[in-house]
C-alpha cells in the first residue's frame, strides 16, 4: 500500500494528541523526541537496539580515539565559514549571514570549539554522489563549512540559502529547508548533531522529522530568527541561531539516529 501524506499527518496528529495526554496525566516533558517515532520511518530502523560497547580506556584513554575521523589535514582558515568564497565564481541564491552562540546548560559560552556545517544548495540538491533529487547542482557550491567558536561562544557563517527537496518516505515528501549542525566538543566522541530550520517554513506540519520533536518549545528552539543586525548591506540577510548543549532548553540533537 503507497503511503500517502495523509497518512504521516494523521500518524503526526495521533502522536502530538499522545503526547498531550501524558502531560496531562503528569507526565515530564519530552524536550528529545522518541527514537522509535513511527511517522519517520527509518527511526524504526536506525536507533541502537543494543547497549553500548564498554572499551577499556583504563588501559589506554585514546583507545577509543583510534578509528575515528580526523577534523582534516589543515588547519581551519579564513573562508571555511565561508561558503560563498569556496570557488572561482560565485554560488546562485539567496545570501544569507548565520550566526549565533554555543551555550551550556547555564547559559555560559562553550569556547573553542569546532562547529561544522553541511547543506544543500539553493535549488534544494546536495553535492553528494548518493544524491537522488534530479535539481541542478552548483558547480560554485559545495556546501560544507566550519567555524571555531570565540571567547563568547559565537560562531558565524556565509552561505546561500537552502531550497527544500524531495527525501521519497512517502508520497509528496519535502524536507523543509535546514542546515545541518555538527558540534564536536573535545573529541570525536562528544560529537553532536543537529538540524537549523528558517522560520514561517509551510512543510513545518508536514515534515515528519522536525515533528519527531513533539513538545512544541522544543520544536521552535530549531527554528532561527530574522535578525537585521546581521544583515550585510548590499549583501546577505541575517539570521540568529543559539545552540544550547543541555539542560531544560537543550536543542534536539540527533541522538541515536
Sequence with gaps: MTLTQHDIDQEIAARHAAYEQRLADGGPVEHQPRRDYAPYRSSMLRHPQ??????????????????????????????????????????????????????DRDGRPVRGQLVEI????????????????????????????????????????????????????????????????SLFGTAFTQRLVTQMYFPSDPLFPYDPIIQSVTDDAARQRLVATYDHSLSVPEFSMGYHWDIVLDGPHATWIEEGR
Excluded: C, M
Excluded at 533529487?133 to 563568547?152: K, M, Q
Design 50 to 103: 543494543q547497549p553500548p560497547v564498554t572499551i577499556d580506556v583504563g588501559k589506554d584513554p585514546e583507545l577509543v580515539e583510534l578509528s575515528s575521523p580526523a577534523f582534516g589535514e589543515r588547519d581551519i582558515t579564513e573562508i571555511d565559514n565561508d561558503l560563498t568564497r569556496q570557488h572561482d565564481g560565485e554560488p546562485i541564491g539567496e545570501r544569507i549571514t548565520v550566526s549565533g552562540r554555543l551555550l
Design 118 to 181: 553541511w547543506q544543500a544548495n539553493s535549488a534544494g540538491r546536495y553535492a553528494h554522489q548518493r544524491e537522488q533529487h534530479d535539481a541542478p547542482l552548483d558547480p560554485n557550491f559545495t556546501g560544507v563549512g566550519r567555524t571555531l567558536t570565540d571567547d563568547d561562544g559565537h560562531y558565524r557563517f556565509t552561505t546561500v540559502q537552502p531550497g527544500p527537496y524531495p527525501w521519497r518516505q512517502h508520497v509528496n515528501a519535502w524536507r523543509p529547508a535546514h542546515i545541518h549542525f
